[in-house]
């Protein structure tokens, strides 16, 4: 059974920094994508946004509204991915979640991932 854990969320001013984690376990994909999507109150998880997305062979893809603000990045040897996330903005603030899906195609559509995590709230203060 696939088990995704994420953690690093918090509250933080405009422009500070967070990292997020998510620790992976239990899956048998050869090769997959995992991605970190966001989901704001009020929203319905079918509008999750991707916001970054990165494969097994480290190719990445990111949403236009955190290109060169936010990195996405694997450790392999620890099951790891994570989000580097800079220059925060308000808009920023969602509940974040990482999600995994078999294959090496990058999508951040939320409907093409199968399992997901619980999720980590981010919240940033104009």
């Known amino acids: 059974q696939v088990r995704l854990v994420e953690s690093g969320g918090g509250s933080v001013q405009a422009g500070g920094s967070l990292r997020l984690s998510c620790a992976a376990s239990?899956?048998?994909?050869?090769?997959?994508?995992m991605g970190w999507f966001r989901q704001a109150p009020g929203e319905a998880r079918e509008a999750r946004e991707g916001?970054?997305?990165?494969?097994?062979?480290?190719?990445?893809m990111y949403a236009g509204s955190v290109q060169g603000r936010f990195t996405i990045s694997a450790d392999t040897s620890r099951n790891t991915v994570y989000l580097e996330m800079n220059s925060l903005k308000f808009d920023d603030s969602a509940m974040y979640y990482c999600?995994?899906?078999?294959?090496?195609?990058?999508?951040?559509?939320?409907?093409?991932?199968?399992?997901w995590g619980q999720g980590t709230q981010v919240t940033v203060s104009s």
């Open positions: 999600a995994v899906r078999s294959g090496l195609r990058l999508t951040r559509q939320q409907w093409e991932y199968d399992d």
């Open positions: 239990g899956y048998t994909y050869r090769t997959y994508s």
């Open positions: 916001v970054a997305v990165i494969n097994t062979v480290g190719q990445t």
